[in-house]
């Protein structure tokens, strides 16, 4: 099928309409826009934007809307088609209405919305699509939608709370870089020239060290910037390999003082994505096998798949992963009160509310510890530096003082 975007004219207020159609040839596009009580005035075909393109990304905001724009319109009676055009035309998303005149068009063609969804992994995870397809068998389409969007808030909000937190020290480290750059290649060879009209005086170790540095930069600058973008692409094609996965994964849980936040973050994901799947009534197995993917950390993904085959054994889930490294004590433990007392769902959701709480206080105890560690490497720098420029003057006055 093919995607027309098109511009029609409701007769009835004389108003024009620009959308998207899901149709198998343009004449097929113009009946269904005729269904609709429109005159189509013009159609074309609409092409698809490249997913892994940042810029044609679908955003997490717009996804959240999504799901609860189609929570409420399933609730209030609309029929699955209906409530999807209604959604489409209020997004203001471009990659998200294309993608959802996909959904449409699969959907009359006898497609269930998990199977629609299914075809488009780059805008809908597994996380969101095993939702939908126990909304569906359950007859709790609309409550599906509303755990989506809840999930998806939380998930946005843990993860913009751990990028701010590393904005501060990234703008330090950036004003550090263009200060030393500035002293480097603007000050010091102002004291070059003031020395070398003296015959015989030599300037400190210190001095000429940055001075060699700053020769280095000023004449082959060209040539550390191709280094360190070819640094950068390598680096990053490398962190996308198998090797480079494990290592940033085993760093991101080892390496202080990150780990302990990391670790509090995979717990509180891990407790949120099971919480959901859960109470929509995903099967035990497929909640482990999904959520291991969500939490994105190789590790706990192959520590969860170790406990499904204990758990098809006949294990709990708690007795599975109890005592693996790659869980806090608290989580098995909590887990089992849950499975005790029959309430695994309420469990979840108050490991997952703990775990939360726990990342808020230690993005702010690393924000604590940050801010003193930065200014004393910022200070020690700047004394480096200017007791590199200083110190030829010094020397400079000293002598003429004896002289």
Known sequence: MLTFKYTARDPA???????IVQAESESAAAKLIKQQGLVPIDISVEKAGNPTNPFNRIKSKDKVLFSRQMST???????????????????TSKPLK??????????????SLSQAL????????????????????????????ERIADQQEKDAEILSKVRGAM??????????????????VKVLPQVQVLYNGLPGNQLPILTRVLLGLSHLVTRFWWLILILIALGGVFGFRWIKTVGGRRLMDRLKMKAWPVGPLFMKLYM?????????????????LQMMDITGRAINNVYIQESLKAA???VKGGKSLSESISKDPNFLELVPNMISIGEQSGALEAMLGKVADYYEKEVDNQIKAISTIIEPVMMIILGVVAMIIVAAVLLPVYSLAGKSFIN
């Open 13 to 19: 207020t004389g108003q024009k309409q620009k959308s």
């Open 73 to 91: 319109l399933i609730n209030a009676g609309l029929p699955l088609v209906q409530s999807l055009r209604s959604t489409m035309k209020q997004t």
């Open 98 to 111: 294309l993608v959802l005149g996909q959904v449409i068009g699969d959907v009359e063609g006898g497609s």
């Open 118 to 145: 299914a075809k488009h992994p780059e805008a809908f995870n597994e996380i969101f699509i095993g939702l939908i397809t126990a909304g569906e068998a359950s007859g709790t389409l609309d409550t599906a939608m």
């Open 167 to 184: 904005v501060y020290p990234a703008v330090v480290i950036l004003v550090m870089l263009a200060v030393i750059t500035f002293m480097i």
């Open 268 to 284: 509180a994901r891990f407790a949120r994505t099971a919480n959901t799947l859960v109470g929509s009534g995903v099967p035990l």
């Open 308 to 310: 499904s085959e204990k």
